[in-house]
């Protein structure tokens, strides 16, 4: 079967790796016709934050799309296009599976978690105002619709996937009713999955349980707040943003993108890792089916790093982008 998929290669590193990841896919023989499409319609990264329309209208198109990093300005400017991009498209699910690539040095071995975010809600509204000089307020918004919503998905997901628990994360004992709500929404969900384990745990606590013994979890689900801070602790135990996937999954569309960002200091060098945006295009083609590519993907990236030859700067070795791309082609089974 054919696919049609919008891809957004993004800025700073994105056409590296972007580029990479087609020449891996078209090689595992999966049938692509990418639509490329600017994130924004000013290509100067420093400003013209300006989403492009036509991106969001070919994600809507074709319901499927694979995306590089996008710079964002950091306190003040315009609003980050990624956040927007997810937002209008009302992708609400952040889905972020962490696991161990073999022969990338981490602090932990065998650990396997999916982190299921609430991408659309929470602090991350951006409704802040100043009240007076010296005071600002940001609103923290949770609704029993979004809370619901993400509940359904994560245990869906936890069915779908074969995974066996599911803790939820939050700060009720303090947010009592903000927390309160996004608890409250899921342990009605839970109530109809009892098939999957279901607990709760306190952020902070959960992130200190998190760096003792991350074994013991196997899905976390996480208001937005707490979702950004704990996926990205998360990847820090498996080596980092450069391995670790991403998706952001509406129910109309979804858009499968790397965590990290533009690498302004190593790109047009050749020297990007494309394994993350490598691991999100995998996820793609689970969700587009295409199970038995995604595996033989999966399991080509695995022998380069079992094999440990190929590592790229970032992971200590000396490997450039297209010897990399070229050695995982080399390593996929034929069909
Ligand atoms: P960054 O992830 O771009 O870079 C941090 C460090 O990691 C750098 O040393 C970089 O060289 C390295 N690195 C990142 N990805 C790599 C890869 N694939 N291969 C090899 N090395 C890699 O984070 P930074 O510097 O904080 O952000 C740069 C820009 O990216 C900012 O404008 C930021 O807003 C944007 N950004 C975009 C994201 C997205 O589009 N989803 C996510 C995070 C940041």
Request: proline share 4%; aromatic share 4%.
């Amino acid at each position: 079967m054919r696919h049609k998929v919008t891809l957004i290669a993004g800025e700073g590193i994105g056409p590296e790796v972007a580029t990479a990841v087609r020449r891996i896919l078209a090689a595992s023989g999966v049938l692509i016709d990418w639509e490329e499409i600017e994130g924004r319609t000013d290509s100067s990264q420093d400003q013209g934050q300006v989403i492009n329309e036509a991106a969001i209208e070919a994600v809507r198109r074709n319901h499927v799309a694979l995306k590089g990093p996008m710079a964002t300005a950091i306190a003040g400017g315009a609003p980050s296009v990624n956040v927007a991009l997810r937002r209008t498209l009302n992708l609400y699910a952040n889905v972020r599976p962490v696991k161990n690539l073999p022969g990338v040095k981490s602090r932990f071995e065998n650990v396997d978690i999916v982190l299921i975010r609430e991408n659309t809600e929470d602090l991350y509204s951006g409704l802040e105002h100043e009240v007076v000089p010296g005071v600002v307020e940001s609103l923290k918004i949770i609704t029993e619709r979004a809370s619901t919503r993400i509940a359904r998905f994560a245990f869906e997901y936890a069915r779908k996937y074969g995974r066996k628990k599911i803790h939820a994360i939050h700060k009720a004992n303090i947010m009592k009713l903000s927390d309160g709500l996004f608890l409250h929404s899921i342990r009605a969900v839970a109530e109809h999955h009892k098939d999957i384990e279901y607990k709760e745990m306190i952020v902070d606590n959960a992130c200190m349980q998190m760096v003792l013994n991350p074994q013991q979890f196997d899905m976390l689900l996480l208001p937005n707040l707490y979702g950004d801070v704990m996926s990205d602790l998360c990847a820090g135990l498996v080596g980092g943003l450069g391995v670790v996937p991403s998706a952001n999954m509406g129910d109309e569309s979804a858009m499968f993108e790397a965590v990290h960002g533009t690498a302004p200091d190593i790109a047009g060098k050749g020297l990007a890792n494309p394994t993350a945006l490598l691991m999100s295009s995998i996820l793609m083609l689970d969700h587009l089916g295409e199970r038995s590519a995604a595996r033989r993907v999966e399991a080509a990236l695995d022998k380069v790093y079992r094999e440990g030859n190929h590592h790229t700067r970032d992971l200590g070795g000396t490997t450039s982008t297209n010897a990399f791309t070229d050695a995982v082609i080399a390593a996929l089974q034929p069909k």
